[in-house]
């Protein structure tokens, strides 16, 4: 069975700084990875989806890489600003699976 | 742009009530899910439709049930809804590839 970590579980910086998120997966055949962003109270939106042929994606200032054999994915954003404090979900779905395991998130606060 | 619409953002209704919550996307996609979200639980999936009028049991399905008529229409239903069911309900779309989510609905039963 599928289990997916994200450490840590809460992070705060300061505005400006480049910071990294983790997702850890215990199973590395994988369909794809995706990253969402969740606003506290409200849905999840869509950041990046890492299809498992793939190594990285790209948004603006994120970039999400995904390593299957060590059964990792970061989501590295750059030059952090307050608008990015929400938590960050990831979740994998694996190869014969038709759903997604999700992680618990990591929540992060930018502070001005 | 994809679009998920949940029919309400927060809902209140009494202990023993039968309580149905509604999901319709705009993208023609297969795959439907219904997910709640507790404090401390994360996201748990409560089932998941491939197709109209096929419905699959996720991780939490007791004291729920399903309904997927058209595609573009999932509906979640809570036969006599208790307190415990209070949550935030999620509805999610997606081709098998990228997922796309609801605003979610706030259930509270009193």
């Known amino acids: 069975k599928q289990e997916v970590t994200q450490i840590p579980a809460a992070l705060s910086v300061p505005e400006g700084e480049n910071l990294v998120l983790n997702c850890s997966f215990t199973?590395?055949?994988?369909?794809?990875l995706q990253w969402f962003r969740q606003d506290p109270g409200k849905g999840l939106t869509s950041l990046l989806l890492i299809q498992s042929s793939q190594r990285e994606q790209t948004s603006g200032r994120l970039n999400a890489s995904l390593d299957k054999s060590s059964g990792r994915s970061t989501l590295y954003i750059a030059a952090s600003q307050p608008g990015d404090s929400a938590t960050y979900l990831c979740?994998?779905?694996?190869?014969?699976?038709?759903?997604?395991?999700f992680g618990d998130g990591t929540t992060l606060t930018v502070k001005p | 742009d994809v679009k998920v619409t949940q029919s309400s953002r927060y809902l209140v209704k009494r202990t023993g009530e039968k309580v149905f919550l509604e999901c319709v996307q705009d993208m023609d996609h297969e795959n439907m899910f219904w997910y709640r979200q507790d404090p401390g639980l994360g996201l748990r999936l409560i089932y998941f439709?491939?197709?109209?009028?096929?419905?699959e049991k996720g991780d939490i399905p007791e004291g729920y049930s399903v309904s997927r008529e058209k595609k573009e229409r999932f509906s979640l239903i809570l036969e006599s809804a208790s307190t415990n069911q209070t949550s935030m309900y999620l509805c999610a779309s997606s081709t098998g590839q990228e997922a796309f989510f609801g605003q979610g609905t706030r259930l509270t039963v009193v």
């Open positions: 199973d590395s055949a994988i369909y794809n």
């Open positions: 979740a994998v779905r694996s190869t014969n699976a038709g759903k997604s395991t």
């Open positions: 439709s491939y197709d109209v009028k096929m419905k």
